[in-house]
């Protein structure tokens, strides 16, 4: 062991659930580099709750493939941050432990469901920070605090030891300031674990490069349609125009199957999730059940109390998706819905290198200023796609609205990464000078 790092932030921002005062660390890439993880990855030894009363004080007997990799790159594991409720949300306003605060302006909300990541990250408590993305959850946060957030291409990163809400969605990727530090987090985590039957050998070492000459950069219509405001649209378009600038081509592209996206993720990711979360029955995981009563009693008693309203709302919707004489109205056709978006990506990609558009149709909204659940769902209609199409995409900050980040969304196909990160280095270095 090289050293203990000594962590006791000012969190005034409610950005974490649990903290390491003192962190060990080793030598490596990352030697004594403090390191947030979200709450929803296994940490041996320290508290995992996924921001649920159901979880509270579970200590898992191991470590995530993640975080195997960053204790053997010699980081420090400073905490675990604050979330959505098993990663249902894009507030962090569903958390059993309280909100997250956005460190821009403490009104509003930080985005989610990594919500507690972007905000150590944001002000300043960690330099980089773990988080999880099912259908935006490391993007949207990036953009409301105003950091870099990369969604990596399902099946780069071991999603080993992740407690699971969406299994075909969700993938863990990182967070930081730069476009250079997510590049060196990424370099770090991505690598093969055989325990993940998904995950494919190919391991991430890349130096980012700004050189984007010939880069052919498709700008899809959909992504400045309808509920995306005007000046983020504005904003978005001005810094397409700042690549353009540096050497790169803007292509008009269509992703038809837009239209319903929103739709096919929901009903997968629910669905999912009621089958993922079946298992926190007071039993196996959880706080105990009375076993004086019925099974049925029992179970339905537990959860009513120690899962959040958002959590049950989408397991009934995903267990009625899934039902007989339903799966083939819904889950089926989502699933359908779900290829023909794959397909929609991969002819745009035959005429470009990336797409880019908003990462989020707005800036953060303020706590309780979107109450209804199709509102807050909404939120995800720019994120999901490459979710459901498995491709990378990262966020990155590309100006202001009335004071509050706006983020350019890079998306790629699947395992150029790289290439993704490229191009927001590439603006990133440029906007920096």
């Not at 378009?237 to 790169?248: F, K, Q, S, Y």
Request: a negative charge.
């Amino acid at each position: 062991m090289a050293g203990t790092l000594n962590f006791a932030p000012d969190d005034r921002y409610n950005a974490f659930i649990t903290t390491c005062r003192e962190a060990p660390f080793g030598d490596g890439a990352l030697a004594g580099v403090a390191v947030a993880v979200k709450d929803n990855i296994s940490t041996a030894g320290i508290q995992t709750t996924c921001g649920s009363r159901i979880l509270e004080g579970y200590i898992p007997p191991y470590d995530a493939h993640v975080v195997e990799l960053l204790r053997g790159a010699g980081a420090a594991i400073v905490g675990k941050t604050n979330m959505d409720e098993f990663g249902m949300g894009s507030t962090t306003e569903t958390s059993a432990f309280g909100p997250t605060r956005n460190p821009v302006d403490r009104e509003r909300v930080p985005g989610g469901s990594s919500g507690g990541s972007a905000a150590a990250v944001a002000a300043g408590l960690v330099p980089m920070a773990l988080g999880t993305d099912t259908g935006g959850s490391i993007r949207c946060p990036a953009a409301f605090c105003g950091i870099v957030g990369l969604k990596p291409t399902y099946g780069r990163v071991s999603r080993y030891g992740l407690i699971a809400y969406a299994t075909s969605l969700e993938q863990i990727g990182p967070m930081a300031r730069t476009v250079e530090d997510v590049s060196r987090l990424m370099s770090v985590i991505a690598r093969y674990d055989p325990r993940d039957s998904t995950m494919l050998d190919r391991p991430y070492d890349h130096q980012p490069s700004a050189d984007i000459t010939g880069l052919r950069v498709g700008v899809p219509e959909e992504y400045f349609g309808e509920g995306v405001d005007e000046r983020v649209a504005r904003t978005v378009r001005d810094a397409i125009g700042v690549l353009e600038d540096l050497g790169a081509s803007p292509v008009q592209v269509s992703i038809p199957g837009m239209r319903y996206a929103l739709a096919a993720y929901y009903v997968i990711s629910t669905g999912e999730a009621s089958s993922n979360l079946a298992r926190f029955d007071g039993v196996r995981y959880g706080p105990a059940v009375d076993t004086r009563k019925t099974w049925h009693e029992a179970y339905r008693e537990l959860r009513h109390a120690n899962l959040g309203p958002e959590v049950r709302r989408r397991i009934m919707l995903g267990t009625f998706a899934l039902s007989a004489g339903y799966a083939g109205r819904y889950y089926t056709k989502a699933q359908v819905a779900r290829g023909n978006i794959r397909q929609d990506f991969e002819r745009a990609f035959r005429d470009v290198d990336v797409i880019a558009g908003p990462t989020m149709p707005t800036v953060a909204f303020r706590f309780g200023e979107k109450n209804d659940p199709l509102s807050l769902y909404l939120a995800d209609i720019l994120t999901a796609p490459a979710n459901l199409a498995g491709i990378p995409a990262i966020s990155v900050p590309c100006g202001r609205v009335e004071g509050l980040p706006v983020g350019l969304q890079v998306m790629g196909r699947r395992f150029e990464d790289e290439r993704v990160i490229d191009a927001a280095y590439a603006y990133e270095q440029e906007v920096r000078a």
